[in-house]
């Protein structure tokens, strides 16, 4: 969800930056442009009220311009009503914006017949016979010249101002790296932003979602912050009202199967009292077998019902403690018989989705079903182990010496050693009840070997 939230506030930050920033990129470019062909216009025009007010020689001209072409990187030339160049010519090759303005055109003329006057030119101690275009532009390759012609009464003075292309550029790039860090800078407080806000949007779900782990594995206290914004702060409260009737249903069911076991073994005990009081004894042994069946049925409903009680939402224990506690009890039948116990068994605990007592349960089974098919003297293998993969928490392998399988596979409930089954039948429900499972087959140790894999919680 937060790497969502980055990339959306970084495409509509991206989107935003490229509306604003490409335009701006023109107008910057339009702008210094402008200003450099202005300042190109300005100089003619300064070059001409030179000419206009003091009627200058070649060797004052050439050194007036030397001067301005020292403050500036523009190059500014003067043709002389002579026909003589003074000053930096513009490039080869370029456009003469002065040469279209005189081509054809004879020099303007004031009322009196002479080269008169313009408007605006009359004063500032210029001659009345002198008079000055407006600047022409124009677009080369490599740059802009301004042109400019001032006309006296000995001839056309055309004045050009070269503006190198190289001179406004650098500007431009300095004005879009600008822009540029403008653009990044947005964009990396968009992220900070984003981050702010996908942490306060996700941090409560993930407290949310921990909360909801917690309840599937038994923890009934678990509890989920009802804070952040008002969606959320909505979700976590929803989830601890679910664990508050998951509780109470709980409870409910414990305070029913406590009145269904005071309900049925009342009547129980009062069968059995009838039973014992039959005169034909036989009769009355038959139906004390039945009440005892039916008195071990209902004990294991019980107990069965009452599993959630003990072991939470979902059954949990510790298979190395459960297991070590079991190989210890029966250690001394072992040895009273005279069977070598090979153990192998973690330094560490092994978390299996299995309760404590079913586990210990399957365990007995399996080490009474080695005691009673197997001959005294005959070793038995118990191995541990971490499960491999994300889904087995460990695997139990418990090897014999004795006669080892008569058929290649055992039905489930069935024996291949002439018992009943039961005890690889309790095994083999704890196994899938856990996730895991229960297979049989040859041991190194040349009998039979269980393997028990349990599932990780």
């Known amino acids: 969800m937060r790497s969502r939230i980055r990339a959306l506030t970084v495409g509509l930050t991206v989107l935003v930056v490229l509306a604003f920033a ?35 020689t070649d060797a004052e001209i050439t050194s007036y311009l030397a001067s301005i072409a020292k403050r500036s990187e523009r ?69 802009q010249i301004a042109g400019l012609v001032v006309s006296s009464g000995t001839g056309n003075y055309e004045i050009r101002s070269y503006v190198p292309a190289a001179s406004y550029q650098s500007r431009i790039h300095r004005w879009w790296l600008l822009l540029a860090a403008a653009s990044v800078g947005l ?17 409560p779900l993930l407290r949310a979602a921990d909360t909801a782990n917690r309840l599937s594995l038994g923890d009934r206290t678990a509890r989920a912050p009802e804070q952040g914004p008002s969606e959320v702060a909505a979700v976590g409260a929803a989830l601890n009202r679910l664990a508050d009737r998951i509780e109470s249903l709980i409870t409910e069911e414990r305070e029913t199967v406590a009145e269904l076991s005071h309900r049925l073994r009342t009547p129980l005990t009062a069968l059995r009292l009838d039973v014992d009081s039959l005169a034909d004894r036989n009769e009355a042994a038959r139906l004390g077998e039945h009440v005892s069946a039916l008195e071990r049925t209902l004990t294991a409903i019980i ?30 039948l072992a040895e009273d018989q005279q069977r070598p116990v ?17 586990l210990a349960a399957a365990v007995d089974a399996l080490f009474e079903n080695v005691v009673a098919h197997t001959p005294e003297g005959a070793t038995i293998g118990v191995t541990l182990v971490a499960g491999p993969g994300d889904q087995a928490g460990a695997v139990l392998d418990i090897d014999d010496a004795g006669p080892g399988l008569l058929a290649p596979t055992t039905p489930r409930g069935q024996s291949d050693r002439g018992s009943s089954g039961l005890g690889l039948s309790i095994a083999r429900r704890c196994a899938e009840a856990s996730g895991g499972n229960l297979r049989l087959g040859p041991s190194p140790l040349g009998g039979l070997q269980v393997r028990l894999t349990l599932g990780r919680p």
């Not at 081509?103 to 313009?118: Q, R």
């Not at 964009?187 to 941090?203: C, F, M, Q, T």
């Not at 090979?342 to 079913?358: F, I, N, Q, T």
């Open 187 to 203: 964009l990396v407080v968009s992220l900070l932003a984003a981050e702010l806000v996908s942490a306060r949007l996700v941090r």
């Open 22 to 56: 490409v335009p701006i990129a023109f107008l910057i470019r339009s702008t210094v442009e402008q200003r450099a062909l202005r300042a190109a216009s300005d100089e003619v025009a300064s070059v001409a009220v030179f000419l206009r007010n003091s009627s200058p």
């Open 75 to 143: 190059r500014t030339s003067v043709r002389t009503p002579s026909g003589r160049d003074l000053g930096e010519l513009p490039p080869s090759g370029s456009p003469d914006p002065v040469a279209a303005m005189t081509a054809g055109t004879p020099p303007p003329s004031g009322p009196d017949g002479n080269h008169g006057g313009g408007p605006g030119h009359g004063g500032g101690g210029g001659k009345p016979s002198d008079q000055v275009s407006d600047p022409v532009l124009s677009s080369t390759t490599g740059g």
């Open 303 to 332: 107990n069965a019902a009452r599993r959630p009680q003990r072991e939470g939402i979902a059954p949990l224990c510790d298979a190395t403690a459960v297991i070590a506690a079991r190989l210890a009890f029966w250690l001394p």
């Open 342 to 358: 090979r153990a192998s068994m973690p330094d560490r605990p092994l978390p299996v989705r299995a309760g404590a007592e079913d």
